[in-house]
């Protein structure tokens, strides 16, 4: 096939792939984590991998491979990303990378099979399982039990709200799988970026070099029930609004630092009894600070808990901290950003190092095997939203510069 | 029966009542509107009205009513209040109201079999239909049916968070009826006061004689989706850090008045999408100003206003009030208040002139006939709360009272 007719067989594809639990009206997808919509897809995906001569696989927390051996017995080079998604949220995301993945690892094939003393290593495709925590928390579920930072049992025993396990809902779409394991020589992974920097720098390829620090809290708060008409302002102990002075804070903490030195947000709370007459006994609240300067969170960390002290005091609730966690910068190979920058350079694609707010499986990924992260622009940096959006010509530059880095890698890049 | 046996069987009866969706290893309850509990509940409460001559029927809105026949064809003086709970509540509340209203027409149902001429009018009692709203909104749906301030057909179609509605609930536990109407004279009822006044000034029997002024708003607050993480700051629409800021100023708000002129208050908020690596697009809330004046109300009112001006401009999102209603201070009748005055003098108990701040099913019912509201004394005020408690000497006091208001309007009291 002509560069034209692998960039139109890609984009094709793309368009029936951003068809499941497509959400009507709008330009995005609600497929989150074991969903039908997600299952569904899996199976599209699992057929288009077979079409092309791959094995479809799934190991035991349900993330889907598509394997490909042309070397009997030798270790994989893997890529891919994750195509569950939030809910109403954009069709790029992870799913951009697995379809990237997929289609840079048909060109690679198609080579390989014509010329197979290129071969060192073979190749497989993954859709890693909830690599989003919506539904199921935490997130980067699949690829963390893949590389045995999450135990598989804690994992399938994870309930959503509605109290289903993720092995039934795993069950249900009949994607768990006894793939036992997979010896992996190194991987590489593709995302749109999320934040709006490489389009304003007119940067085609992202060179991703590190993860920003971050802190990540689950605060409880307790107050107590009362009748929220009648009962003595004096005499309230109200859990919601506690959290609601932890959310103002959290956004008020970022005032202090330098402009966009510190991301703070709380997306999730819920409050109980959550009744219009009853002042609230309980509130639970995610709250996260993310910086590129792990100095920078030290320091707003100290002064988010200065305020709960306060809030704790004046407000007569209590604040507990039931769970966190917390990470510096976290780097990638410097070795995987020079092949990645060799490749760039060789295609003539604009090209730049970039840091990465949010997590992705690559950041598990590269604590196993040698890992090449790469980026392609989002439009505004609009993303977890409905109108989401990233051009054809950065799409299909994207697969290109994967294929590229996979080519490299399946001849034994960064291995030797 | 001896004044001490008629208390005993009252508080034998109370404490079995007390047993229905019973919430372990507590002194409170679980019993929402046309919950399992609910419906047990009622089969009991059936059973011992039937034991004691009085029929059991239900209107279309599953208020549950109790008749006795004394005068062929005549009006009924009707007495009662609600067994349903908020989640995880005291067993006082209006259960209690229900079951010393049972017991005051048991005990004047044996006077009147005694003594047939002292009865002008029938007597009922009634166990109202979801007073409390939060299963299903609003609150006081089977009394505002009752009295023809909502629609049945609305109130049989309202759902609940999980998409039941009424009338599948009610049928769930066989207690839609078809008792079309009822001719009513006049109205008691009893409640306990879900504050500390009474008993901080040593007196037994409130005489309410007005609901606080209140205005009470339902808002959604508009934001845009975005990765929480790396969503730029300045670029963020954050509804749920709109909504905060709201539920601060809602306690802020208070401190501008002299104390105890104003109470607010959010004890319902729910987030969309509600996931931690989201910005909210979407929160909803319901927030409620009272006082027992209502300049202080329109002053409040034109406050938060403000304040949501404020937050839209800074925060830039959107703050709608989807649906708001406001009442002025609302009197019960004088003369009810009068009655029950002579009564509680006739007994020697305590009393005084009280206001309630929450709305009661009586609140309806005087705007339809002769209304007598009153009170006994609430614990340290705890109420909506599992550590709800009135004495015994206080509830066999109120059903004393009860009993005396309910003999005088039999005998033809205030519509006279």
Same mark, same amino acid.
């Given at each position: 096939?002509?560069?034209?007719?692998?960039?139109?067989?890609?984009?094709?594809?793309?368009?029936?792939?951003?068809?499941?639990?497509?959400?009507?009206?709008?330009?995005?997808?609600?497929? /989150?984590?074991?969903?039908?919509?997600?299952?569904? /897809?899996?199976?599209?995906?699992?057929?288009?991998?077979?079409?092309?001569?791959?094995?479809?696989?799934?190991?035991?927390?349900?993330?889907?491979?598509?394997?490909?051996?042309?070397?009997?017995? !030798?270790?994989?080079?893997?890529?891919?990303?994750?195509?569950?998604? /939030?809910?109403?949220? $954009? +069709?790029?995301?992870?799913?951009?990378?697995?379809?990237?993945?997929?289609?840079?690892?048909?060109?690679?094939?198609?080579?390989?099979?014509?010329?197979?003393?290129?071969?060192?290593?073979?190749?497989?495709?993954?859709?890693?399982?909830?690599?989003?925590?919506? +539904?199921?928390?935490?997130?980067?579920?699949?690829?963390?039990?893949?590389?045995?930072?999450?135990?598989?049992?804690?994992?399938?025993?994870?309930?959503?709200?509605?109290?289903?396990?993720?092995?039934?809902?795993?069950?249900?779409?009949?994607?768990?799988?006894?793939?036992?394991?997979?010896?992996? !020589?190194?991987?590489?992974?593709?995302? %749109? /970026?999320?934040?709006?920097?490489?389009?304003?720098?007119?940067?085609?390829?992202?060179?991703?070099?590190?993860?920003?620090?971050?802190?990540?809290?689950?605060?409880?708060?307790?107050?107590?029930?009362?009748?929220? $008409?009648?009962?003595?302002?004096?005499? +309230?102990?109200?859990?919601?609004?506690?959290?609601?002075?932890?959310?103002?804070?959290?956004?008020?903490?970022?005032?202090?630092?330098?402009?966009?030195?510190?991301?703070?947000?709380?997306?999730?709370?819920?409050?109980?009894?959550?009744?219009?007459? %009853?002042?609230?006994?309980?509130?639970?609240?995610?709250?996260?600070?993310?910086?590129?300067?792990?100095?920078?969170?030290?320091?707003?960390?100290?002064?988010?808990?200065?305020?709960?002290?306060?809030?704790?005091?004046?407000?007569? %609730?209590?604040?507990?901290?039931?769970?966190?966690?917390?990470?510096?910068?976290?780097?990638?190979?410097?070795?995987?950003?020079?092949?990645?920058?060799?490749? !760039?350079?060789?295609?003539?694609?604009?090209?730049?190092? %970039?840091?990465?707010?949010?997590?992705?499986?690559?950041?598990?990924?590269?604590?196993?095997?040698?890992?090449?992260?790469?980026?392609?622009?989002?439009?505004?940096?609009?993303?977890?939203?409905?109108?989401?959006?990233?051009?054809?010509?950065?799409?299909?530059?994207?697969?290109?510069?994967?294929?590229?880095?996979?080519?490299?890698?399946?001849?034994?890049?960064?291995?030797?």
């Amino acid at each position: 096939m002509t560069d034209q007719q692998l960039n139109e067989t890609f984009l094709a594809d793309w368009a029936m792939h951003s068809r499941f639990g497509a959400v009507e009206g709008t330009n995005g997808v609600d497929r /989150q984590a074991a969903s039908a919509a997600d299952g569904e /897809q899996r199976k599209w995906f699992a057929e288009l991998l077979e079409s092309r001569g791959f094995t479809v696989r799934r190991d035991a927390v349900g993330n889907q491979f598509g394997l490909l051996e042309l070397v009997p017995g !030798a270790p994989y080079v893997l890529t891919g990303s994750h195509m569950d998604s /939030q809910p109403t949220a $954009g +069709r790029f995301d992870g799913a951009y990378g697995v379809m990237a993945s997929a289609h840079a690892c048909f060109r690679i094939a198609d080579e390989l099979r014509a010329n197979p003393e290129g071969a060192r290593f073979n190749l497989a495709v993954v859709n890693w399982f909830n690599e989003e925590g919506s +539904r199921f928390k935490p997130s980067l579920m699949g690829s963390s039990v893949f590389t045995g930072k999450l135990a598989l049992e804690e994992a399938l025993a994870t309930e959503d709200p509605k109290g289903v396990t993720v092995r039934d809902a795993l069950d249900a779409i009949v994607e768990r799988g006894d793939l036992a394991e997979l010896d992996v !020589a190194s991987y590489a992974e593709i995302h %749109v /970026q999320q934040g709006r920097s490489m389009e304003e720098d007119g940067v085609t390829i992202g060179l991703v070099n590190a993860t920003w620090a971050a802190h990540k809290y689950d605060f409880r708060v307790l107050g107590e029930q009362a009748h929220s $008409g009648s009962t003595l302002m004096a005499d +309230r102990r109200d859990a919601l609004l506690g959290a609601a002075r932890l959310v103002v804070a959290a956004r008020e903490l970022v005032d202090g630092f330098e402009p966009e030195a510190l991301h703070t947000a709380c997306g999730e709370l819920t409050v109980y009894p959550n009744s219009p007459v %009853v002042v609230a006994s309980e509130v639970r609240l995610l709250l996260d600070l993310r910086s590129p300067s792990a100095e920078v969170i030290r320091e707003a960390h100290e002064r988010l808990m200065a305020v709960i002290e306060r809030v704790e005091r004046e407000d007569r %609730v209590k604040i507990e901290i039931t769970a966190e966690h917390s990470w510096d910068q976290n780097p990638y190979q410097e070795e995987g950003v020079a092949l990645a920058r060799e490749v !760039a350079e060789s295609l003539g694609l604009t090209h730049d190092r %970039v840091m990465t707010v949010a997590g992705h499986d690559s950041t598990n990924m590269k604590d196993l095997v040698p890992t090449v992260m790469l980026f392609v622009p989002s439009v505004d940096g609009v993303s977890h939203n409905l109108n989401e959006f990233t051009r054809d010509e950065d799409l299909v530059a994207g697969v290109d510069q994967l294929s590229g880095v996979i080519r490299k890698l399946a001849a034994g890049a960064l291995v030797d």
